[in-house]
């Protein structure tokens, strides 16, 4: 295997285990995963992007399984793509306390919009149901682990990851 070939391989194993790292502790935690007041401790890995391109596309599919799981079709399709803009963002976050805040703004106005249309539930209190949270994950558990991870980059994530 050429190097190019070895890249292409490890982003893609790293995708795939976020992935199923997020569904499945979104799915095994159901009862606080979803609804109006909803504490996704999944959402702690939107930090990812920070350290690994491969966050990106891995979240996404992890979003996309989770709400297969207990999500609307309309959940599936606007809460993943707004999990997708979001780790975009915090990707290209200029400060790592930044980095947690797309997911709590976008996730909060997107996800606060899906239960209005899907649940008929109050729009401006179920975006800041959702928005607190998303707080909670992001920046409580989020970012915590955002430092631990910043002091052990390169062995964790390697040299070539870094931004």
């Not at 569904?23 to 690994?52: C, K, N």
């Not at 959702?130 to 558990?141: A, F, N």
Request: positive net charge; proline residues 7%; charged residues 10%.
């Amino acid at each position: 295997m050429n190097v190019d070939s070895n890249k292409k391989t490890r982003f893609i194993v790293e995708a795939a285990i976020l992935a199923a790292i997020y569904a499945a502790i979104t799915i095994l935690l159901a009862p606080i995963s979803y609804g109006q007041i909803q504490v996704r401790i999944a959402e702690a890995l939107t930090i990812l992007p920070y350290f690994t391109p491969a966050a990106v596309p891995g979240l996404f599919v992890g979003c996309i399984l989770a709400n297969i799981f207990g999500g609307s079709i309309i959940d599936i399709v606007f809460g993943s793509l707004a999990s997708l803009i979001a780790a975009i963002l915090s990707r290209k976050a200029p400060k790592p306390w930044l980095v947690p805040l797309p997911p709590v703004i976008i996730n909060g106005l997107v996800i606060g919009w899906v239960l209005y249309m899907v649940e008929g539930l109050p729009y401006w209190l179920t975006v800041g149901t959702v928005t607190l949270g998303q707080i909670i994950s992001c920046y409580g558990l989020g970012y915590p682990l955002l430092i631990i991870l910043e002091k052990n980059r390169d062995k964790i994530f390697g040299q070539h990851n870094n931004k």
